[in-house]
């Protein structure tokens, strides 16, 4: 579902809304001229651009993201129909409602990055503290506190469930995502980072929970960066890493593409000439250049790979940009390595823990295998 606002100053907003209820994550460009309209997302890499239909009352058009394309047409959907939408929104038994048993709390914090100020949930227990605690770090996307998506709210589920068993959990929306400061687009992968250490600081300081225990919880990049953000930014008192990428950036995006295009129907040629050309494209992201010079570089290389005019600046702006050129460079393998506090570590393929020796505290993971040094292992499929 797409919802269309205006701004304070007139101009027209775009929001990708996961139903009636939630206004979502917010175009990068939202432009209608005439009868035509354009949609560009930075972070989704993707775009639509429609005509208005006057007689049918629809706007016809194609969603484009990544190497795929569609047709797509926006139908308008009435105050009534949008809220029967909402209540046909799958149901999801596992999320929690009021009256809850603890306390929550609105709260916000000044990010070091550059003192945008973010706003979460903070949840704690009922009984009498100080407390555990722990910062929740969602994946890459335009995430906001409860991690939503199609109508299920997992980081509300995970910061219910810690919280009744007496874990305090902050849980808050990325940089510019609903009611935190800034601008997503444009923001590197050391930022974010900063943001969850800024979250780290926060809840240490408070007076209701124990500061030499508070951890961080990561997804997906969350999972990735949280080594990072311990061993550069703020110490944790230990690390959840639920499936973490466990390769440099590059390596995944490249399998990523050649698997979405064999998944897709693509010739092994074609898989090959993909996996051909995300080696050449990375090798330019990960190189020393300015952004102009990586733009350059970049535009035969995509022009061979079949991007037209109106796709190829998109496909350039969203590869130059400092977030995914830094994804592109980081491998977190050496921060994993160098961690010395309890990992708990969930993959789809079965669970890793380490509780850490008290004699020599130091867990290693290591790509293809898993080796932990003076810890004891346990491994389940399921």
Known sequence: MIRFERAADGSLVAFLADNAERKGAPFTKTRLRGDSLFL???????????????????????????????????????????????????????????????RTEEVTFRSEADGVTLAGTLSMPDQEGPHPAVVLLQGSGDNGRDYAYRGHQFFLVLADHLTRHGIAVLRYDLRGVDESEGRLSGASLEDLARDAASALRFLKERRSTEAGSVGLIGHSMGGMIAPWIHGQFEETAFLGLLAPLSLPGHQVLSQQRARIAD??????????????????????????????????????ILREGGAQNDRLQLKIEANTSPWFRDFARYDPRPALQQVEVPVLAFFGGGIYWCPLSKTRPRCVLHLRTVRLNACRFGYWRG
């Open 263 to 300: 998944a897709a129907g693509a010739s092994a040629a074609e898989v090959d000439s993909i996996r051909k050309q995300s080696r050449r494209v990375f090798e330019i992201l990960r190189s020393d250049r300015d952004s102009a010079d990586v733009a350059s570089q970049l535009q035969p």
């Open 40 to 102: 560009q997302s930075d972070r989704m890499n993707a775009q639509f651009r429609g005509i208005l239909s006057v007689r049918q009352g629809v706007i016809e058009g194609r969603w484009s993201q990544g190497e795929r394309s569609a047709t797509l047409t926006l139908t308008p959907v009435e105050e009534r129909a949008a809220d029967e939408t909402a209540s046909t929104t799958p149901p999801r038994p596992q999320h929690p409602e009021n009256p809850y048993p603890y």
